[in-house]
């Protein structure tokens, strides 16, 4: 679908230019053709695997096929698998990752992002390849039937000679379509299995994507800015399980016993609180943090924080554009280091600490803002943790292993699936198409929307890893580990703003009192 016209002319620094060529490379319409009709059969015919390894060996066309290489961590092995047993998951993966969209990206820290859309996309495309296949041979029953029925009434065929056409006609549709599902299914057993780190198996390594989609990706694996919606900035980081704040008057100083008199605090800023944070809270955590600062962002005000939107010249490519426009997920150091001396009431700056536990599966993240109102300091604390994942996504635990193993399940569950994938292609062919129309027809006016409407809220949808975590189970069998990590976060944060109070010469009664409500056991004359 070409882009709409206003698209050429309007968006403030930003212009399209005509190119021969996209920086998204797509293929010809005669190569897609052949893609699809590539017979889902020579995904079989080639060599297997070395023992005990995912050797490269041969793809069905003679080519050399990349050895395949699970993901490093154990989320993102589980949601691979997942992506492959679950078609509605993928489609998630693709919608979050592949798509594009003028929204924003949600982080995606804790998981292989590049990993899952390639996944998605290879799912998805020997779904589309399956489905094409059997739209095939639906059609050529539908022919042999109207050409026997012809047949009938021009005397050419009498009425065995029409059931027996049909009966070999209807097994042969059940032959084929029973071949041409199990294949899917098999490709699906084998890339399900190898995700996870099984080898042996003839899986196909998922292909890359476009550089562009992939880089967009990447960006918002190192996330730092985040443009959000709803109760808790922290998208990304799971579930909160716990918030505080004080206040604290910088303006008392303490009280010196020798001269009976309070001596006159030092002056420092939010900043100066911020880099001192950084550097004392690591020093006495065994299990030491990772460290940083991200930008949190209200959705709807994202035009009026600045520097969250590229400007430039577009290729005419109506997804690039559509990618253009979405805010950043990176901003540089010095932009959210601004945030921090003159917060915009938009865009709220975060010193985060980060501790991971379990391979990633528990994740515990202390998150600190500071602001500096003439003599008043203000100081919010959060805890958020990220939990296993799901039931939903281990089913992938429940195929047998062994030698032959996959033949009589993966027959049970072919059997019953081949009519109802096979008689219903021609519905879901029908679907696609009308997806697809109504997709461009969606994408017309779409560009002047964004440029016309101040009410849109450009915030991420909330990200892969926190929907597929069991954030209500906190009965996990990490839970030790997160309560471990809370209460040093917590503990440490108090100890290390009170010492920095002291530090400035300010008077910590106050901050000692509050701090005996929000660490429990601490008195509110020793917080230290």
Not at 211 to 239: C, H, L, Y
Request: proline share 7%; with cysteine; net charge positive.
């Amino acid at each position: 679908m070409p882009p709409s016209k206003t698209s050429r002319h309007r968006g403030a620094g930003r212009t399209t230019v005509e190119s021969g060529s996209r920086l998204v490379p797509r293929p010809s319409p005669e190569e897609r053709v052949r893609r699809a009709l590539q017979f889902p059969l020579g995904a079989v015919r080639r060599e297997a695997a070395p023992p005990g390894g995912e050797g490269g060996g041969r793809s069905w066309n003679g080519s050399p096929r990349p050895a395949f290489t699970p993901a490093g961590d154990g989320i993102t092995r589980q949601l691979c698998s997942a992506i492959h047993l679950n078609a509605s998951f993928g489609g998630e993966v693709l919608n979050d990752l592949v798509y594009p969209d003028w929204k924003a990206m949600a982080p995606n820290w804790h998981i292989d992002g590049v990993a899952l859309a390639r996944h998605a996309a290879q799912a998805k495309e020997r779904r589309e390849r399956r489905d094409l296949w059997l739209l095939v041979v639906t059609a050529a029953v539908a022919i042999i039937a109207e050409v026997a029925l012809v047949s009938i009434f021009t005397g050419g065929l009498g009425p065995g000679g029409l059931l027996a056409l049909m009966f070999f006609a209807v097994v042969g549709a059940y032959l084929a379509g029973f071949a041409i599902v199990w294949v899917h299914y098999r490709a699906v057993h084998d890339s399900a299995l190898s995700s996870i780190g099984i080898r042996g198996l003839n899986a196909v390594e998922p292909p890359p994507l476009p550089d562009d989609v992939e880089q967009a990706i990447r960006s918002s694996m190192r996330a730092n800015v985040i443009v959000f919606a709803g109760k808790t900035p922290f998208n990304g980081s799971g579930e909160q399980i716990d918030r505080w704040s004080f206040t604290v008057d910088t303006r008392v100083g303490t009280l010196d016993a020798a001269l009976g008199k309070r001596t006159e605090p030092r002056e420092f800023e939010a900043v100066d609180l911020h880099r001192y944070l950084i550097e004392q809270i690591p020093l006495t955590l065994e299990n030491k943090p990772k460290v940083g600062q991200r930008l949190y962002v209200i959705g709807g005000h994202a035009r009026a924080v600045g520097g969250l939107f590229r400007h430039g010249p577009v290729l005419d490519d109506p997804d690039y554009e559509l990618r253009f426009r979405r805010p950043v997920s990176e901003v540089k150091r010095e932009r959210i280091e601004q945030s921090l001396r003159n917060q915009h009431r938009s865009a709220r700056p975060y010193t985060f600490f980060e501790v991971t536990g379990w391979d990633g599966q528990v994740v515990v993240t202390l998150f600190v803002r500071v602001e500096k109102r003439g003599p008043m300091l203000e100081v919010e604390l959060a805890v958020c943790a990220l939990r296993p994942l799901k039931p939903d996504y281990g089913d992938v635990v429940k195929i047998p292993l062994g030698p032959g193993a996959h033949r009589l399940p993966l027959l049970r569950t072919v059997f019953p699936m081949v009519w109802p994938l096979l008689w219903g292609s021609p519905s879901r062919a029908i679907r696609k198409i009308r997806m697809d129309r109504q997709e461009a027809a969606d994408r017309v006016d779409l560009d002047q929307q964004l440029e016309e409407r101040n009410d849109l809220s450009w915030a991420a949808a909330p990200g892969l890893r926190d929907r597929t975590a069991a954030a209500a189970n906190g009965n996990h069998f990490g839970a030790a580990d997160e309560k471990i990590y809370h209460n040093a976060f917590k503990r440490r944060s108090i100890d290390v703003l009170r010492a920095f109070l002291v530090e400035q010469d300010v008077d910590v009664k106050e901050f000692d009192l509050a701090a005996s409500f929000m660490v429990p056991g601490v008195a509110p004359n020793n917080a230290g």
